[in-house]
Nanobody, 126 residues
Framework: QVQLVESGGGSVQSGGSLRLSCAAS????????MGWFRQAPGNEREGVAS???????KYADSVKGRFTISQDNAKNTLYLQMNGLKAEETAMYSC????????????????????WGQGTQVTVSS
């Protein structure tokens, strides 16, 4: 049974940094994609970044140059380093996993992911 548990959320001021973690267990897929997504109240869930087992990362245009997604295979943990946070990035951040390679154009689409964590809240004050 796949389990994803996020941590690292919190409250920061605009311009601040946070590092989110997603501890994954219960899977042994050799081909997979993992991603970070966020959803603010009243908004649709949007993709932030993805990391697939081919080693290729993808970012939403709005976070390029500020956010970095990475994976520690030894710890089965996915990270999202977020720098230069903005107030409009206040949201619930969730990680997700799918047990296959996704085409490049699908890698930050929430509907393409199969397993989801509960999320961790990020609040950025201006």
């Amino acid at each position: 049974q796949v389990q994803l548990v996020e941590s690292g959320g919190g409250s920061v001021q605009s311009g601040g940094s946070l590092r989110l973690s997603c501890a994954a267990s219960g899977y042994t897929y050799s081909n997979y994609c993992m991603g970070w997504f966020r959803q603010a109240p009243g908004n649709e869930r949007e993709g932030v970044a993805s990391f697939c087992s081919d080693g290729i990362t993808k970012y939403a245009d709005s976070v390029k140059g500020r956010f970095t997604i990475s994976q520690d295979n030894a710890k089965n943990t996915l990270y999202l380093q977020m720098n230069g946070l903005k107030a409009e990035e206040t949201a619930m951040y969730s990680c997700a996993l799918v047990d296959q390679f996704l085409p490049w154009g699908w890698r930050t689409l929430p509907g393409r992911y199969k397993y989801w964590g509960q999320g961790t809240q990020v609040t950025v004050s201006s």
